[in-house]
């Protein structure tokens, strides 16, 4: 990255993380760890020397480690460092800006289930250190979009997603594709198709709950 | 910008607002509106075809509208839209993650005293709409730095910073490089030389209460 060589925090974040591609491959591994050829697979169109060469300079800011995970993964493993996972906050604001761009739904664009991950970040509040009540409902719920499954485990502490297997358990089961599923999640009451939900009725009063309160409950406080 | 062709609200707020500059752009414009030759000027770097075609994106997309305003100025001025305003929030979190970055100092790199006025929004908690005590004392700030002169007016809704004129009147006047003037106000304890402060004893004891809680109260919520 060519530095933009100013005096000024928001620039000198924008020297390690403002490069094209570099941003989203943080979301990559704010989802998880991830392999080298996990993330080239998660990035559509991003050329394999670039995404090398990001991930390197990554490493050289100290955002993000690679580790030698032993046999039988005998790959290289790349996470965020902890001041990598500080990037949660702002990509989460980011996105949380960017929600109007989706009401325009997928069009040509590729879409993979495990993005949802990090939709459910910028919709709902994150789980908090301090327990305090965030006022979301409980509920359990196994999404299955585009081909990955995720499960979203909500409580009144905040909501937590995370890619599953296929077949796990949960009380409310969400399927469609990744379009349909984050116009239910978002509460969109506009024309459109919705995902298939199924479940007793007592969690779908529940999921219901949780997304009629999408967008509106900002992430918490903490340091 | 080429898009990333992605269905992920992330991807889709960077294919607005990700190429190179456009940030530095929108920082600009959160300071307040600006002329097309000011926002240049303050813009070190910037290839002047490349900050009229990153203006007509923006524009483009709603984010930034232009007016013409009418004499003495006579010139078009740029301003964010609401939905434009909304980034201030992602960005203020990429400079309060940028912070570190800071301790480096300024070595050959640019600085603005205007710059500044973001580094205020992401040290101390904003005023907000609701008006909880947010715990910081009151206590007015002329802020000379690097030729610019700053009003910061802090109170226990938040704290508000714009430029001003030289010779405003303030309770603390703080003086010196836009470094020097940043470590003092960001309480910052390490080595390095520190702004000259001047007040009443009373007013000094609430200015360093102030920096004392830098960085420490995130932003409040609100939607």
Known sequence: MKSYGEFCSLSRALDV?????????????????????????????????????????????????????PAPVSARVYSLTEWGRGLQRPLVELARWGVPLMSAGTGEDHSRGRWLVFAIMALFPEPAATQEDSGVPAVTVRIDADGDSLLLVSDPTGVRASVTSAGEPAEVIVAGSSEEVFRTLSGDRTEGPHAHVTGD???????????????????????
């Open 201 to 223: 009725a007592d969690a779908l009063r529940r999921f219901f709950a949780l997304t009629s309160s999408a967008l509106t409950a900002r992430p918490r406080e903490s340091i």
């Open 17 to 69: 993380v403002g490069d094209r591609w570099t941003m989203l491959v943080v979301r990559e591994l704010l989802v998880g760890p991830s392999r080298y050829s996990d993330l080239h697979k998660a990035l559509p169109g991003i050329a394999t020397n670039l995404l090398a060469s990001r991930l390197r300079a990554l490493e050289e800011a100290g955002v993000v480690a690679a580790t030698d995970a």
